[in-house]
């Protein structure tokens, strides 16, 4: 059963430029959450899709986004972009419906670097 | 509101040697705890879960971890390290209501294993 995947693994972009990540959650999960990992701030929530609505979103600014399709793959969006958003982002997955004692699987990540 | 604190940011131990790292949790209901690892460069792998019942908890790679209420702790042991157990370990708390997923994450404890 292939895990959670995340693409692109690595890129670049310069400041001001947008960017989209992509994931495709574990078969038959329709949870997907999103995770912000730097070495200043750890790893901090963005937020959670179940059956292409958001129900919950962490405390980001309005230019990070994101959406889930039918398939329950789910792509977030960073607008306008600022080096502080240099970062590890982590695509999770989890079967049932309701939290918070599902357990949660996560991707190997994407890398962004923001020049 | 609800936390995790790793009180130890770097552990060095020696191959062979027993293990535990720390994790204490501020949250006001019963807590789901997880405890995560993380190669350089990978994304996040579950060891182990708790969400009720017995309060230690066996996980993966001979690791176990035991749930205290009354110290609000989760910490989680090895009787011997391996060199292959160098990496970063997170401790979190499921901090979802209402149905969505939400995982709060302490800052992480880095294991080096020295020969």
């Known amino acids: 059963k292939a895990g959670v995947t995340q693409t692109p693994r690595y890129l670049i972009k310069t400041r001001g430029q947008q960017v989209t990540l992509s994931c495709s959650p574990i078969s038959g999960h329709r949870s997907v959450s999103w995770y912000q990992q730097t070495p200043g701030q750890g790893l901090q929530f963005l937020f959670e899709?179940?059956?292409?609505?958001?129900?919950n979103k962490g405390n980001f600014p309005g230019r990070f986004s994101g959406r889930q399709f039918s398939n329950s793959r789910s792509e977030m969006n960073v607008s306008t972009l600022e080096l502080g958003d240099s970062a590890l982002y982590l695509c999770a997955s989890s079967l049932e419906a309701r939290g918070p004692g599902n357990t949660i699987y996560f991707g190997e990540g994407s890398w962004l670097t923001v020049v | 509101a609800q936390s995790v604190t790793q009180p130890d940011i770097h552990i060095t131990v020696s191959e062979g040697a027993s293990l535990e790292l720390r994790c204490n949790y501020s949250?006001?209901?019963?807590?789901?705890l997880f405890w995560y690892v993380q190669s350089p460069g990978q994304g996040l792998q579950l060891l182990l879960k708790?969400?009720?019942?017995?309060?230690l908890v066996q996980g993966i790679k001979g690791f176990e971890a035991e749930f205290k209420r009354s110290q609000s702790s989760f910490n989680l042991r090895k009787p011997s390290v391996h060199w292959s157990d160098a990496a970063e370990y997170f401790c979190?708390?499921?901090?979802?209501?209402?149905?969505?997923?939400?995982?709060?994450f302490g800052a992480g404890t880095r294991l080096a294993v020295h020969p």
């Open positions: 949250y006001g209901a019963t807590p789901y």
């Open positions: 708790y969400f009720s019942g017995d309060t």
């Open positions: 979190a708390v499921g901090a979802g209501s209402g149905g969505y997923n939400k995982l709060i």
């Open positions: 899709y179940f059956s292409e609505t958001q129900r």
